[in-house]
């Protein structure tokens, strides 16, 4: 463990504030890593975006459509995309229809975009299968020991993305990490899971950086799903290699960016294991990256972390 990171206070302001910042926890090296594996992965998923193929359409195919364009500022095409990896999906379940209409549905079950407002900004998901990186992030002796002081040795990962804020866009809508947006009000008065952003480029308050309304945890509501200012908000503002952490119940949004430049971070979900991740990786583990794993990094993942078939 870093002597420098004291875990009992980062917990506490943590617990007490919804957020803390840690800086300086990434080296040199692995952050200039970072950097260029990412900028590839990038430049590569905007040249061919994911397509795992298609699927049958269905009577709710429009609702579901109308609901994802009204809620994300994307492209056409971007829409098409999505509505094609959703019916891929519902074909490898057996054409097994959502009993309930998108916007009340557990937002695990549903694909969400990867390009955004109008593709200036991005996402790659499913990074253990494509950096090596992440496993280094995710089991990162700092950040892995306040996820389990905070939510149990057991904790798993729900998701872990590379996000890149594009040049002059507005910020994201406020919102809460799943499984809180399923919840009624009151949420629950202890933690589901932290979001951890491991800052790969500096978070100033002009390029995006993520914006927070501190003690809004204790609360125990949601935010409306909208953008604009929230009175008391603060940008989570340190240089690259820091990581900025809240609480799935901290009000938060990606921030606008003023700059002529992208903001990129490496977004990384710890949660209770009882929940069900975001997203689902035992599936694409291989035996061939899986011995590219410690155990703690593959049960983070999900695996021996679900439920066995009892007979």
Known sequence: MDERFDLIAASEHLSQQGYVILEDLLEPDLLEQLRTGLDELFAREREAPYDPGDGPGAPEDAVTEAYLDGSYAITGAELARMMRRIRHTRAKNFDTPWPVEPQKLNKTFIHIPNLFDHDRSQYVRNLPV???LSHQLVEHPVIHGLARRMLGDDCVIGDISATSIGAQTTGGSWHLDNPLTQMP?????????????????????????????????????????ARGDQENEVALTAPAGSAAIWLGSTWHRAGPNSTDRPRRAVISFYQCSWIKPFSEYREVITAEL??????????????????VVRG
């Open 130 to 132: 494509k950096t090596v």
């Open 185 to 225: 009000e009151p949420l629950p008065d202890f933690p589901l899971g932290i979001q951890v952003a491991w800052m790969i480029d500096d978070f100033t308050p002009e390029n995006g950086a993520t914006r927070i309304v501190p003690r809004s945890h204790l609360t125990r509501k949601k935010p409306s799903w």
């Open 290 to 307: 899986a011995a590219q794993m410690s155990p703690t990094v593959r049960y983070l993942y999900g695996l021996s972390a679900y439920g």
